[in-house]
């Protein structure tokens, strides 16, 4: 089913385009994949997926040639007499997560990550969690999100995560300073290069230095409060920020930090909301922009007019198209998301070109026949469809790969161009 909605009223760029809202059958990944980029990250969690050998079977195929130590990610797995009811699965559970924590003394906080096995006998994971954390804390905290399938998108499984985080982070101080908090997870090196543009910008020095969240340590939470700020780096984080302003704490609205646009509206939103000066803001991200700006200009000569269509999967589909039309001149055909967070995603609608199309939500049929109408130059779309499309000659790239790669801030701008860039070159080399 198809219904078309208007969006918002009285807004410039593509605020007053009507969106495509669609309900039908979905090509996308679930939850569980979000494990492979948050174990990474916080390097002292462990991720216990609760579910089937289908869960462990995905689990391991998007991560398993990227291991190179223990795995941070393991899947208990609920058999047959579980499902029959059997067994008592949370005696099991039990035993399985006191033998990793015995084996494995480095784990300081473990997510129990329901699945749709464990969601359909309805074992109760939040009880689990409390049962063990009561068990094992202060050493180690148990907690428990769901990256169940049904009814979401991979990206989601991050923000179940981060929210299921919140209320573990310590109050601050009713007197303490505002501070800013970034919000979402980012590649080590991004984080870095971000830090160290944020104490340029005077953070660390005459404001506190900035957190974020999640951090690289369990042990490390950030404190959070009403004199919090936050910026969120990612677009799919609304049960986090929810979580969050729940907590006291104020979102900055800004675009993403995707290329050198969105970099610098990210960056300025937290300088104005810290009072740093326009000339220091400047004289700060000004050899940013002209590296980044410099890095484009060779992809935009390979992109400009280029026509690209997106199938709604990362989220990160509003963001990522808004750079590609304004900073590489590409043609938006459609852009899909799985779902339009209105308030997150303000300032990037008003950036879309006009007349845009915006899908929400999916009927796969649908939009593979506007998809094969339109014959785009690249298609942006999960692995499932991928190889069907290219089978039938249209160029694509896999919206996952757009989340396992740095991509945010003024340094990873062109890497963002070349990842649209490079499948555009191999096809044409094959054609010629
Ligand atoms: S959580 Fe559900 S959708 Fe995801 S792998 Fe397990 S069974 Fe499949």
New binding site residues.
């Given amino acids: 089913m198809s219904t078309v909605i208007p969006i918002r009223e009285a807004a410039s760029g593509c605020g007053e385009a009507p969106v495509l809202r669609e309900r039908g059958q979905r090509e996308v990944f679930?939850g569980?994949t979000g494990i492979i980029w948050l174990h990474r990250k916080i390097q002292d969690a462990f991720f216990l997926v609760v579910?089937?050998r289908?869960?462990a079977h995905?689990i391991q195929s998007a991560a398993g040639v990227m291991i190179f130590a223990e795995p941070r990610f393991a899947t208990a797995i609920i058999d047959e007499r579980d499902l029959a009811g059997l067994a008592d699965c949370n005696d099991e559970l039990d035993r399985v997560v006191t033998r990793l924590l015995e084996r494995r003394p480095e784990i300081k906080l473990l997510f129990l990550v329901g699945?749709?096995?464990s969601e359909v006998i309805k074992l109760d994971l939040s009880r689990a969690a409390s049962r063990l954390s009561g068990r094992f804390s202060p050493d180690v905290r148990v907690l428990n999100y769901s990256?169940?399938?049904i009814e979401t998108t991979f990206t989601q499984g991050e923000d179940a995560c981060l929210a299921a985080l919140v209320p573990s982070l310590p109050a601050s101080h009713a007197s303490a300073p505002a501070a800013l908090l970034v919000v979402g997870t980012l590649a080590d090196v991004v984080e870095d290069q971000f830090t160290r543009l944020f104490a340029q910008l005077g953070f660390g020095t005459d404001k506190p230095a900035v957190r974020f969240f999640p951090p690289r340590s369990a042990n490390d939470l950030p404190e959070v409060g009403p004199n919090t700020k936050f910026l969120l780096a990612q677009p799919f984080l609304a049960d986090t920020a929810r979580a969050l302003e729940g907590r006291g704490a104020e979102r900055l609205a800004a675009p993403f930090p995707l290329g050198v646009e969105g970099t610098t509206a990210w960056l300025r939103a937290a300088a104005d909301a810290f009072g740093v000066d326009a000339a220091t803001f400047d004289k700060v991200t000004a050899a940013g922009r002209e590296r980044a700006t410099n890095a484009l200009a060779r992809h935009r000569l390979q992109l400009a007019g280029k026509r690209v269509f997106f199938f709604p999967d990362s989220q990160l589909e509003i963001p990522i198209a808004r750079f590609l039309a304004r900073e590489l001149g590409m043609h938006l055909v459609e852009v899909g998301t799985p779902y339009l967070h209105r308030q997150h995603l303000a300032e990037e609608l008003d950036m879309l070109p006009a007349g845009t199309l915006l899908s929400e939500g999916q009927h796969v049929e649908n939009q593979l026949d506007r998809c094969r109408e339109a014959r785009p130059d690249i298609v942006v779309c999960g692995l499932g469809l991928a190889n069907p499309l290219e089978a039938e000659g249209m160029t694509t790239k896999w919206a996952i790969e757009l989340v396992f790669t740095p991509i945010q801030g003024y340094d990873q701008a062109a890497d963002l161009a070349e990842l649209f860039a490079r499948p555009l070159v191999r096809r044409m080399k094959l054609v010629a």
């Fill in positions: 679930c569980l579910g089937s289908t869960c995905l699945s749709c096995p990256g169940s399938g």
